[in-house]
């Protein structure tokens, strides 16, 4: 498990126009994105899941329908 600041994929305000200014048009914004970011692909799910360690205690619940 990897843990990141925020939701984000950036932390708010540190993608900034040639001038220090955040962006003000989201197209400019988005190529500045796409060219200075390197965003990883997505892991595989896991195929299966280890058991809980001992003194965990678990509910089994119905899911709401």
Sequence with gaps: MQLYEGAT???PGTL???TA???SVFSQ???SF???SHIKK???APRFLPALPRGI???IKA???
Excluded: D, M, V
């Design 9 to 11: 994929l950036l932390p």
């Design 16 to 18: 900034r126009t040639g």
């Design 21 to 23: 200014n955040p962006y």
């Design 29 to 31: 914004f988005a190529r």
């Design 34 to 36: 796409h060219r200075t």
């Design 42 to 44: 997505p892991l595989l």
């Design 57 to 59: 205690a678990s509910e």
């Design 63 to 65: 899911i709401p329908s």
